[in-house]
């Protein structure tokens, strides 16, 4: 019987031997090391909204929904002038909140979280951004994800953010297959200690939004990329791999306007600034 080049193909792949199911001490090892790696690429790693206390980073971060931080970075500072207290932001004219927020989109389902969370820290929390998560997520319009974004990072209580970067870069590195963001959370916070949930979280965020991006990630120019399993989703060649870099990486501005002191980059621009400024910020958050 004459056999075809496909069928000696396919008889000599089946020949190969399987590739083993990397263990959970591997899992794990490997898992930390990437977090080590990433650590030394963003020293400098940090939630990316303006924030000045709990409550400005809890409704920035309600805010950041469907939208840029840039873009709610552009637009808080009018707000949280308008409204600095819990008090102050509940007894807010809705007309007059929807305007104010308009940029980040979605305005009206925002103000509408955005004052009955006010009026819930107002009338049960005393005005003040209780530090518990069980107690966030009663609040209108704050889940999980922005429970933990408030208590890692003003409170400094632990805990793993899971936006769509954080999600796709776990699936990436094997450390997850779920797209349920509370059993990601779950099953990456299995992996690290404690004490590395927060900072881990932003390092994530920074790498999914700078190299690893959603459709063009540039594994040619990533550090990580020996101890990923997803290599050559993206560009592999270095050279066009660097011109996929975002951020300070491609030597644009971050997305705060006031960023932390030791960030390599520029500040983003305000709202208003002439559109080639603007335009340099290089994408979504």
Not at 159 to 186: M, Y
Not at 188 to 199: D, I, Q, R
Request: with cysteine; charged share 25%.
């Amino acid at each position: 019987m004459t056999r075809t080049p496909g069928s000696a193909v396919s008889e000599q792949a089946s020949l190969k031997p399987a590739k083993k199911p990397e263990s959970r001490v591997a899992l794990v090892r490997r898992a930390r090391r990437i977090n080590r790696e990433l650590a030394e690429l963003y020293p400098y790693a940090h939630p990316e909204l303006d924030f000045e206390n709990p409550f400005q980073l809890l409704v920035a971060t309600v805010l950041s929904a469907q939208t840029t931080d840039l873009r709610v970075n552009q637009t808080t500072p009018a707000l949280f002038a308008a409204y600095p207290t819990p008090e102050d932001l509940a007894d807010a004219e809705p007309e007059r909140l929807e305007e104010l927020i308009r940029p980040t989109g979605f305005f009206r389902a925002k103000a509408k979280s955005l004052l009955g969370l006010s009026a819930a820290l107002r009338d049960r929390f005393d005005g003040e951004v209780p530090g518990r998560l069980e107690d966030l997520v009663t609040l209108p319009g704050v889940g999980r994800k922005t429970a933990n974004v408030v208590l890692g990072n003003a409170f400094g209580v632990p805990g793993i953010t899971v936006d769509t970067h954080f999600g796709r870069l776990a699936r990436r590195f094997g450390w997850t297959t779920s797209e349920d963001p509370e059993k990601v959370e779950q099953e990456v916070g299995s992996l690290f200690p404690t004490s590395e949930w927060t900072m881990l979280s932003h390092r994530v965020v920074f790498h999914g939004r700078r190299t690893c991006h959603s459709r063009k990630p540039a594994c040619g120019a990533c550090p990580i990329a020996p101890l990923c399993p997803s290599y050559g989703e993206g560009e592999t060649d270095p050279e066009k791999a660097k011109k996929l870099l975002k951020y300070e990486l491609g030597g644009a501005p971050g997305q705060r306007l006031k960023p932390p002191s030791d960030y390599p980059g520029d500040p983003a621009p305000p709202m208003g600034a002439p559109a080639a400024t603007t335009a340099r910020t290089q994408g979504s958050a």
